[in-house]
């Protein structure tokens, strides 16, 4: 390849790998909503109950939370959609991580309104920190796009439906099915993402993103069994179907990861 003809074949650059991208920033834009749509004069915050003070008390702090450990999961992905649009060097993803820095900010600005009407926060979540943390500090890009959108954005939505389900006519469920739509988005799109990186990725790189997932897996399975002092009653009649659901998780993210071109034959599932 000649030096002087660089211009030109940058120009004539074939793009179209990054369409799938692109498409979700336009989905991104459709489905975007704002913080006052959501019924807050309308309905009560979390679920209400009748009874004596004590099982009141104790219905509000678990509802209190719920909704703390979601308020924490959605600051923190404010700062990783943040460090993903800063890094991502592709115009299309920045575009599309722009609807991204904005969806997680208004998912916590939502959290917070709720999380003051539901009578303030509960106890944080010390694995999902760690969790976090990992995440800002991996090395490379395909690790963050992966371990985030790939593995976290889809693994929550089952509990989103979840919590909805158990909090009928309420601003929680709605905003929880808020939050399946526009995850699913941030799932989608790092998909369609992490295809095209890991396709140009060389393999050192590959390796770097199993061994990542690696790290991150036993503390995924710590956060998703953690509950804190308001639900650890729920969380011991609970533990059977959180292990299970944990395991269905884990299998989920194993395929995900082969349809994507990883080996993950040495991942390694905590039991
Ligand atoms: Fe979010
Ligand atoms: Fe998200």
Known sequence: MESEQLPQIEQAEDRSAYEGVLRYYELAKRAEWQVRDLPWNDRPPVPEYKGNPQKLARRRDMWRSVVTQ????????????????RMAPDPEAKLYYTTMVQDESRHTEAW???????????????????LAQMQIEADTLEEKVVNMQVFYERLIIPRFRLIARSSRGTVLEDLCNRLTIDD???????????????????????KKIVESSNRMLPIFAQHALWRPKARELVGALMR????????????????????????????????
């Open 112 to 130: 917070l309104r709720l999380v003051d009407a539901a009578g303030g926060r509960g106890e944080p979540d010390p694995y999902l920190n760690q």
């Open 70 to 85: 979601q308020l924490q999961a959605d600051e923190l992905a404010v700062e990783m959609a943040t460090q993903l649009f």
């Open 240 to 271: 059977d179907t959180d292990v299970r659901r944990l395991r269905e998780d884990l299998e989920t993210g194993v395929r995900l990861a082969t349809s994507l071109g990883l080996d993950v034959s040495d991942v390694q599932i905590p039991s």
């Open 184 to 206: 699913g988005i941030h799932h989608g799109s790092g998909m369609a993402y992490a295809r095209v990186l890991i396709e140009q990725a060389p393999e050192k790189t590959k």
